[in-house]
């Protein structure tokens, strides 16, 4: 028989691909039947690494004798199902990333570190025989093994986060082991099956709303845009589609944006159904990660709820997927593996011939443009469920007006009405901290960040100046480091300023802070909504962790305290995202049977940006922006991609940046099909001591593109400059920082 060879992807920064020789455990026949997608354990270099195996070959690239045997297989079943291999190899060429690096990307943290990939035992405690025939009340003189028994007499059998529920000690066990009278064992626990899918009946849907759900087929692949107001019930057709999709013995996958999402949505789905739900998100440990997606891929799990990463869970009877608030920038990963999740998802549904379903209230100037094509088919829902009604807009010009710590007279009096009549407030301010920056009153000095082009930002709980870019911090000086005066003052409004001047306006009310800071615990931000949806009068100041997909039905005004941010951006994407936030905080107010009222401070009231928005809503601003990008020839009519470097030393990263331009420009000459910019420096160009630049291509067809980029990153891998800068390359950027 040929000598066989193995075919991996490690996770390295180089893209290509690693021969290697079966391990010296395994027959030749053996490795021949090794499936693709398994995990290897490999030596490399000088230590071992966890590698993903894409082939068996009867030829390698180089000499046998110079390739070393592969130390073991960590489990014969592969931990890539095809569909998902077939998808992040997909993803690695599209997105010109190194394949080990995708791979790795997809893996749970356990599988990365060589774990197989089951399900965790769990100690499980049962009556003997001895056990059952035991008459009530023998053990009266030991009450805590007299419960422990009564309980086991209830059940079946118990856990260990059963005792604790049940508040019996552990310390209970061991003498009733030892009498004989119950038992110990390890077994995998998994959910008991279901007979009904639903918990509870759905709602009655509006006509707009039945007519979206009898649009949407389960039986091929297609892509439905449901463009509904906030409030609008997409949750709704959500819900209902999903029970579709598990009457016919499906799954369905739903992607959300933020953690914060995370146990409002899970909470609402468990409500609903009766089948077993798992969400993924860091949030989670690793182990828990681990059983969520092993239950996933087992199908033991009927719904999985999951952020970005979740879009590569692996399914044993995908029915349909979801991606709520596709619009969000969190679905696009800004480092490493700079995939897109939402435009993965359709990737995936294609390749599996099942529905996408995206939702949104201020869809993705890329998504609209899809749906007026015809690729995308469009739902449109323009009312609110129920009786709610869309919120009354104040555009509040603040010029000249007297400001209380960044509000208005007219805010603080609208804000005391609410309360006063026992409603909710929410009050939206995107900057986290006391203050932007700090300042010298004597000779203007500003605290700026020795290591970025960035200010540091004031914070009170505790003091410290921080930067939140390359988490530098420092103590708030005593006096100005330039003129030694002491006449340092805040600069500014964060939300912990905001915070402890609502404290002080308004005494008697609860103020809750929403941002990063607040919510780092792990239950924080369930406590949080907790006590929101219990109803009492209180002031929510957040930022934008505020505006997504939240639903307080007794918020009824929004204050948004400066909207100005998003109009001068130097980000062509700057309008679209200020215009979808604008819109999904002022959505937060009026959502039940009371009418919402928001109230939005500028100092650009007039600009034909905020007026189209506030006066036409998101469409109009949407097919102004559409038509700004058609005339730029920026996306959704053209394709970019970044080439990134960054160094310590600016004049490498330049160089660089040259070198690949004047390469690129050999095969691809610059034409009105093709276009260079740059290089340029980044918005940031000084960010944790690195210098920062950028080359950007534009490209009217994808392909052309492609085939440059891969070309390009093939050869700047053998350059000697590029081992001496940290580049990247970026296919559809977010974000041109």
């Known amino acids: 028989m040929p000598t066989v060879f193995l075919q991996v992807a490690i996770p390295t920064p180089l893209r290509r691909r690693f021969d290697y020789l079966p391990p010296l455990d395994i027959s030749p026949e053996q490795a021949m039947q090794l499936q693709p997608g398994t995990l290897l354990r490999l030596p490399f270099g000088h230590q071992e690494v966890i590698g993903v195996l894409l082939s068996v070959e009867t030829e390698a690239s180089v000499a046998p004798g110079q390739l070393r045997h592969a130390l073991a297989i960590i489990d014969s079943s592969p931990a890539f199902m095809p569909d998902i291999l077939a998808l992040c190899l997909w993803a690695a060429d599209y997105y010109q990333s190194p394949v080990g690096e995708a791979l790795h990307t997809a893996l749970p943290a356990l599988l990365r570190q060589g774990e197989i990939a089951r399900l965790r035992t769990e100690a499980?405690?049962?009556?003997?025989t001895a056990g059952k025939g035991l008459p009530a009340g023998s053990l009266k003189r030991a009450p805590r093994q007299s419960a422990l028994l009564t309980a086991l007499q209830e059940h079946p059998y118990l856990t260990r986060g059963d005792l604790q529920a049940l508040e019996i000690p552990l310390t209970a066990i061991k003498p009733l082991v030892d009498k004989g009278l119950i038992t110990c064992s390890e077994q995998v626990l998994t959910p008991e099956p279901t007979r009904t899918i639903l918990r509870e009946q759905p709602l009655t849907l509006n006509p707009e709303q039945a007519a979206a759900l009898e649009h949407i087929s389960l039986d091929q692949f297609q892509v439905y845009l449901l463009d509904g107001a906030t409030g609008s019930g997409k949750t709704e057709i959500y819900l209902q589609t999903i029970a579709r999709s598990l009457g016919q013995g499906k799954q369905a996958l739903v992607l959300i944006p933020e953690i914060g999402l995370t146990p409002q949505t899970l909470q609402r789905f468990q409500r609903r159904f009766a089948v077993p739900i798992v969400a993924l998100h860091s949030g989670l440990?690793?182990?828990?990660?681990?059983?969520?997606?092993?239950q996933a891929r087992d199908g033991i799990a009927r719904v999985i709820i999951g952020t970005r990463s979740a879009i590569f869970t692996p399914l044993k009877e995908p029915g349909i997927i979801i991606v709520d608030e596709e619009h969000d920038n969190s679905f696009k990963q800004q480092d490493g593996f700079r995939y897109s999740a939402r435009d993965l998802a359709v990737m995936r549904a294609s390749q599996l011939k099942i529905p996408l379903l995206l939702g949104s209230a201020t869809p993705a100037l890329e998504s609209l443009n899809n749906a007026q094509?015809?690729?995308?088919?469009?739902?449109?829902?323009?009312?609110?469920?129920?009786?709610?009604?869309p919120p009354s807009i104040q555009l509040l010009d603040i010029r000249a007006q007297p400001l209380h710590e960044g509000f208005a007279q007219e805010t603080l009096q609208a804000i005391a009405a609410e309360i006063q009549a026992r409603h909710q407030v929410l009050i939206f301010i995107n900057r986290r901290g006391y203050a932007p920056t700090l300042e010298c009153h004597d000779c203007g000095w500003l605290a700026n960040c020795n290591h970025c082009d960035a200010r540091m930002t004031v914070h009170q709980q505790p003091r410290h100046l921080h930067c939140h870019h390359c988490d530098h911090q420092r103590p708030i000086p005593s006096r100005c480091p330039h003129c030694h005066s002491h006449q340092l003052q805040p600069l500014g409004h964060g939300t912990e300023r905001s915070e402890a001047a609502l404290r002080q306006l308004f005494p008697h009310t609860r103020i809750l802070r929403v941002d990063r800071d607040s919510t780092r615990s792990k239950h924080a931000m369930h406590r949080l909504l907790e006590e929101v949806q219990a109803g009492e009068p209180c002031i929510l100041v957040g930022t934008q962790m505020l505006a997504k997909g939240h639903h307080f039905p007794l918020v009824t005004l929004v204050v948004i305290i400066d909207a100005d941010a998003g109009l001068f951006s130097t980000d062509f994407r700057g309008p679209e995202r200020m215009g979808q936030l604008l819109l999904q905080v002022a959505g937060r107010a009026g959502r039940a049977d009371k009418p919402g009222k928001v109230i939005l401070q500028s100092h650009h009231t007039e600009h034909p940006l905020v007026q189209t928005l506030m006066l036409q809503g998101y469409h109009a601003l949407a097919e102004l922006l559409l038509h700004e990008r058609r005339v730029t020839q920026l996306p959704p009519y053209r394709h970019l991609a970044l080439l990134r470097a960054e160094s310590k030393r600016p004049e490498l990263a330049v160089e660089f940046l040259r070198l690949a331009r004047a390469q690129a420009e050999q095969w691809q000459p610059t034409s009105p099909h093709f276009t260079y910019l740059g290089p340029l420096p980044a918005m940031m160009e000084k960010r944790g001591d690195r210098f920062r630049y950028q080359l950007q291509f534009?490209?009217?067809q994808r392909k052309t593109l492609q085939q440059l980029l891969t070309q390009l990153a093939a050869h700047l891998e053998g350059e000697p400059l590029g081992k001496r800068v940290r580049w990247s390359i970026d296919v559809d950027p977010q974000e041109m920082s």
């Open 124 to 128: 499980v405690y049962r009556l003997t």
């Open 285 to 294: 440990n690793d182990r828990e990660r681990l059983d969520a997606w092993v």
């Open 698 to 700: 534009n490209s009217a």
């Open 373 to 389: 094509q015809g690729r995308y088919q469009y739902l449109r829902l323009t009312h609110r469920a129920g009786a709610a009604l």
